[in-house]
Nanobody
């Protein structure tokens, strides 16, 4: 069992930066690949980024490539999402997930989810 708690969301202006954190409980954090997804009002949850167990490999959605960076600190049981050059369309609830699948980009590949953190980008 893995419990995930996201933090770091907030209200920012377009062009600003924000860093999300996801803290995991348990001693098996390094056994899971981790990912970030987001869900905007009226839309389905979509893949944002994923990172391998060691942190050596990453995968990004095209919409955030070059602007967002996923990283993890296995000693702190935490995964991060650094978001730069934020756009209005980045507004969503952001969720982190834990997966047994290497760099999974599908919701079905994730076993555990956090409760989400709201990111709102204003003009």
């Amino acid at each position: 069992q893995v419990q995930l708690v996201e933090s770091g969301g907030g209200l920012v202006q377009a062009g600003d930066s924000l860093r999300l954190s996801c803290a995991a409980s348990g001693r098996t954090f390094s056994s899971y690949a981790m990912g970030w997804f987001r869900q905007a009002p009226g839309k389905e949850r979509e893949f944002v980024a994923a990172i391998s167990r060691s942190g050596g490999s990453t995968n990004y959605a095209d919409s955030v490539k070059g602007r967002f960076t996923i990283s993890r600190d296995n000693a702190k049981n935490t995964v991060y999402l650094q978001m730069n050059s934020l756009k209005l369309e980045d507004t969503a609830v952001y969720y982190c997930g834990a997966s047994r699948i290497y760099l999974g980009s599908s919701i079905n590949e994730y076993d555990y989810w956090g409760q989400g953190t709201q990111v709102t980008v204003s003009s």
